[in-house]
């Protein structure tokens, strides 16, 4: 049922960008076209860029790529690089004298591994979004997942790896659903098809993966910092949408997160998720909007599998000694 990426919904590139001393990254998306954006904030520690912007009762309404950035708020800073690459091409919503590239953007906190001061800057904004197409690009510790981690209830000592994953669906009449996400969680990570613990806190004692729900429930106090978090991602539809529908759709997708990370939505993250329509052809609502939540489900769990060990940071793969 799932395949390849979000590069799969016709309209969409993706480029990358990462620093391996500091750990951190970005990914974009790029519609050349522009798409109709929507947006959702759940998390209640987020760093965001031209949010308000799409709400439905604003003017614009199309975005011409989205940024997902590590770094935290310093992050926000790759997307002027976007800004400034979409602008040489001739890409951007036209106010006469200049054509303004409209770029939303999310970032998550990951400078508590690597170098805490490289960060995703204007100069690794240009060239993910120079470098963004359409095709296979892998997994894992790549772009805005590069120093992600996960199952930090109890502080980063007892942390394991988070990453970046994408998936896509192809329905029957031609309609490809594609998500992708950068998953930073204060939380643990399961898989939503038998609740079975894919990545989160190791108890030092047993070397077992724990329970963060169970944590939090025997232990009110924990070393979790407000902010140090977030899941941030993309879904998107070759479907028309309108700015509210789009919202909705976004609003459907928190769904996925609810489903695969515990606890999701704390005051420790800032978890964030956009949804683009990119096409003429129409649709449910209702349909686009559970069906994104099954693909970015399955990003999710792409994004932990594929992820690698850094800094006696464990993987899912290093835990399980699993080679993919």
Do not use: W
């Given at each position: 049922m799932f395949f390849g990426n979000i590069t799969d919904v016709p309209g969409i590139k993706v480029g990358h960008m990462e620093n391996t001393k500091g750990l951190t990254g970005c990914s974009v998306l790029v519609v050349e076209e522009g798409a109709v954006c929507g947006v959702d904030v759940r998390g209640s520690a987020p760093g965001t860029r031209e949010t308000d912007l799409l709400d439905p009762i604003h003017l614009?309404?199309?975005?011409?790529?989205?940024?997902?950035?590590?770094?935290?708020?310093?992050?926000?800073?790759?997307?002027?690089?976007?800004?400034q690459y979409l602008e040489e091409q001739g890409i951007g919503f036209d106010v006469g004298v200049a054509k303004v590239p409209i770029v939303p953007g999310a970032v998550l906190f990951d400078l508590a591994v690597g170098d805490a001061e490289i960060r995703p800057d204007k100069a690794m904004g240009y060239q993910a979004a120079k470098q963004a197409r359409k095709g296979s690009f892998p997994f894992g510790n790549v772009g805005a997942g590069c120093g992600a981690t996960v199952g930090k209830i109890l502080g980063?000592?007892?942390?394991?790896?988070?990453?970046?994953?994408?998936?896509?669906?192809?329905?029957?009449?031609?309609?490809?659903?594609?998500?992708?996400?950068?998953?930073?969680?204060?939380?643990?990570?399961?898989?939503?098809?038998?609740?079975?613990?894919?990545?989160?806190?190791?108890n030092p004692e047993t070397n077992e993966i724990m329970d963060s729900i169970a944590i939090m429930q025997s232990n009110p106090e924990t070393f979790a910092k407000p902010g140090a978090n977030t899941t941030i991602g993309v879904v998107a539809a070759n479907v028309t949408l309108t700015k509210a529908e789009a919202k909705k759709i976004a609003q459907m997708t928190h769904n996925a997160f609810a489903k695969t990370i515990y606890p999701a939505h704390t005051m420790f993250d800032g978890d964030t998720i956009f949804a683009l329509g990119t096409d003429k052809?129409?649709?449910?609502?209702?349909?686009?909007?559970?069906?994104?939540?099954?693909?970015?489900?399955?990003?999710?769990?792409?994004?932990?599998?594929?992820?690698?060990?850094?800094?006696?940071?464990?993987?899912?793969?290093?835990f399980n000694n699993v080679n993919r």
């Open positions: 614009v309404d199309k975005v011409h790529a989205i940024t997902l950035s590590g770094g935290s708020a310093f992050g926000l800073e790759a997307a002027d690089g976007v800004m980063m000592k007892h942390c394991m790896k988070g990453g970046l994953g994408s998936a896509s669906i192809r329905l029957e009449n031609g309609i490809v659903v594609g998500a992708i996400v950068a998953v930073n969680a204060v939380g643990d990570i399961r898989d939503p098809k038998n609740g079975s613990i894919l990545a989160g806190p190791i052809q129409s649709a449910s609502i209702d349909l686009i909007g559970s069906i994104a939540v099954k693909v970015m489900e399955e990003a999710i769990v792409r994004a932990i599998t594929f992820a690698e060990e850094v800094e006696n940071i464990p993987s899912y793969k290093s």
